[in-house]
């Protein structure tokens, strides 16, 4: 897959680390000379240094054979200009960011495929409550994955542990990655060391899909 992500920041950074994890072609476009350094030396993926808003720099980056383009970046402005010119080029999947939840109706008018809230990655766009209300979201994505969003409660085998502890003990796989926390207000990008607590929101990337079994195991001590 070609896929264009705009904006190297702590969400971007994560995106790009699990695409590039999965072998796909990315392009970064960022603005931020420092960032755009940063992301240079982190990952194997070819940077762009400039601003997304200008149609030659989406050019360059290589828009019109991109399949998926992601803006991650914390203005609005910037993540509409980018979706309508992605959409103008015909891009299949458009996900954007959003920091004004006023300006959801806007994209989701404009039939951007996700709009996740940056600071829970999910947002509440897309749901799957009717079985267990603690599973908030699940984006299903191509080959099978599944990207969802489950609250812990006192009684999940997670609580207490960290992300190494879980695989040591099975409750999570090797299938399963743990892309974000979100913790009291605060988006926690998950280390190895990291330990879950009571009340987090955890979004889990499953490239199996999201079972029944694993949501229980997660679910119970």
Request: negative net charge; hydrophobic residues 40%; glycine residues 8%.
């Amino acid at each position: 897959m070609n896929l264009i992500i705009i904006g190297a920041g702590s969400i971007g950074q994560r995106i790009v680390e699990l695409a590039v994890r999965d072998h796909h072609d990315v392009v970064v476009v960022e603005d931020d000379e420092q960032t755009a350094r940063k992301a240079v030396k982190d990952f194997e993926c070819r940077v762009v240094y400039d601003k997304a808003t200008n149609d030659g720099v989406l050019k360059q980056a290589g828009i019109a054979e991109a399949d998926a383009l992601i803006t991650t970046t914390n203005d609005d402005a910037v993540n509409l200009t980018t979706i309508l010119i992605g959409r103008q080029y015909g891009v299949p999947r458009l996900i954007s960011s959003v920091s004004d939840p006023n300006h959801v109706a806007l994209l989701r008018n404009l039939t951007v495929d996700v709009v996740a809230d940056p600071h829970r990655l999910l947002g509440e766009y897309l749901y799957r409550n009717a079985q267990e209300p603690s599973m908030r979201d699940i984006i299903q994505l191509r080959g099978g994955a599944e990207l969802t969003e489950i609250k812990l409660d006192k009684h999940s085998s997670l609580v207490g542990k960290t992300i190494v502890d879980a695989l040591e003990c099975g409750i999570i796989t090797d299938h399963d990655i743990i892309v974000a926390i979100y913790r009291k207000g605060e988006l926690i990008i998950p280390r190895g060391d990291t330990q879950f607590e009571i009340g987090d929101s955890v979004t889990i990337l499953s490239k199996q899909g999201i079972s029944n079994g694993i949501f229980r195991t997660v679910q119970r001590q």
